[in-house]
Each structure stands twice: as structure tokens, then as C-alpha cells.
């Protein structure tokens, strides 16, 4: 389950990708609920509604047979919540931080200066 810039990179590498949200954002199937899904796949890659992330790590290490990675504030590491009940059951295997501060634009849009969000892909393997 894919992003479709995600699913547009993945497909060029020959992998077989399955796309879903929960709203009609122009690509992948429609109407699939990620916290309320049955299907299964070897590599699940996503960037979850922030205030979700917690049921996104439940459902796609449950979901997910080798890999699964999810696009994050650097600060879904911060909280007592997460430092209780999440980290110390499914920690991530790696968390991977992008060096530079980035700004995630609506398609069409041209980026003006830097940004200030820190993010960063969490991976479980």
C-alpha cells in the first residue's frame, strides 16, 4: 500500500504495488480504511494522518510480512503514550531522518525557502 509518488517509484523497480486511502485523492483504490484493513503484503510504505500514526504502526506490523515504513515527524518519538505503550512492544527497527528540513507542497505548487518540520521514515522490519 503505497502513496502514489511511492507507488510511481516502486512500479519503475518492477515491484508490484497496491495503492489505498480512505479518500479520493486521484489515484489507488478508494474508500479503504488502513486501521480497519484485512489484506496483507510483504512491504507496507505509507504517510499516515499524524494524529492515526499510533493505529497505523498497530495495523501494518500486524499487516505487513517483512517491511513496514511509515512517514513521520521526527517528533512521533516524543510522548510518554508512545514510550509506554507502543515503543517498548514494536520499536522500529531503524528510524532514518531526513538531513534537511522539508516542506511538503500541494501538487502544482512551487516551494518558497526551507522548511521546518524534521521528518523522518520509521521502519519495522
Do not use: Q
Request: with cysteine.
Amino acid at each position: 500500500m503505497a502513496t502514489e509518488p511511492c507507488r510511481r517509484v516502486l512500479e519503475e523497480t518492477g515491484c508490484s504495488v497496491l495503492s489505498s486511502d480512505l479518500y479520493e485523492r486521484g489515484y489507488g483504490e478508494t474508500g479503504v480504511d488502513f486501521l480497519n484493513t484485512t489484506p496483507t503484503a510483504d512491504n507496507i510504505v505509507t504517510n499516515p494522518p499524524y494524529n492515526c500514526a499510533e493505529g497505523f504502526v498497530a495495523s501494518g506490523v500486524k499487516h505487513a510480512h517483512r517491511k513496514f515504513a511509515l512517514l513521520l515527524r521526527l517528533a512521533f518519538l516524543e510522548g510518554a503514550n508512545r514510550a509506554n505503550m507502543i515503543f517498548p512492544k514494536t520499536p522500529p527497527a531503524r528510524v532514518w531522518v531526513f538531513s534537511e528540513r522539508i516542506t511538503f507542497y500541494p501538487k502544482g505548487i512551487n516551494p518558497k525557502g526551507s522548511g521546518t518540520t524534521a521528518y523522518a521514515w520509521f521502519v519495522w522490519d
